[in-house]
């Protein structure tokens, strides 16, 4: 393992804080296999939330090129941003969190209904379609008037710099989408 992690072309592809995660996950494994104590608990979850991020990292990376693999976006993400910018705006940034937290209400009666593809696309059509576009457009009104580094202007500048990634769960019906905050 520790030779293809150290591979010269992985190395430079995943970039310094990939291939750091990828050693310490491996140092982390080796040592849980081959060391003479218990894994410790902190051991475990740091070595799982760094596999975490390398495994989105690769995913995001296979997708980049791949037609077949669309990315969905992450509200959760997105209403932290917000979130962090509440003080600077926080009539608009309610406004904001409020419909997110609509759309997460929707998807979260669709997944506790067990509401199947074509009722889960029907909703979506009639009421989550209207909820987005209804952010985006209220994000690009936004955008001119906030400083660019500002917590609302970056909350803004993510949030439509992944357009469209966060609507992607509008077209897929086939499966039930979490907005929870992650």
């Not at 009639?126 to 500002?150: D, E, G, K, Y």
Request: glycine share 6%; proline share 4%; net charge positive.
């Amino acid at each position: 393992m520790s030779a293809l992690i150290h591979e010269p072309t992985f190395k430079t592809t995943a970039g310094a804080a990939v291939f750091a995660k990828t050693v310490l996950i491996n140092r982390l494994g080796n040592s849980a296999v081959n060391g003479h104590r218990p894994v410790q608990q902190f051991d475990a979850l740091t070595a799982v939330r760094e596999l975490f991020h390398v495994a989105y990292w690769l995913a995001h990376n296979a997708a980049a090129g791949c037609e077949a693999i669309t990315l969905a976006g992450c509200w959760a993400h997105a209403r932290r941003g917000f979130i962090e910018a509440r003080g600077n705006a926080s009539r608009t940034v309610g406004w904001l969190l409020r419909h997110i937290a609509h759309l997460s209400e929707i998807e979260r009666r669709l997944r506790e209904s067990g509401a199947g593809p074509r009722l889960r696309d029907a909703v979506r059509a009639s009421q989550s379609t209207a909820i987005v576009n209804r952010i985006r457009a209220a994000l690009l009104h936004i955008r001119p008037r906030r400083l660019p580094l500002s917590a609302m202007g970056r909350a803004i500048t993510y949030t439509l710099d992944q357009w469209p990634a966060p609507v992607h769960f509008l077209a897929v019906v086939r499966t039930a989408y979490s907005l929870e905050v992650a």
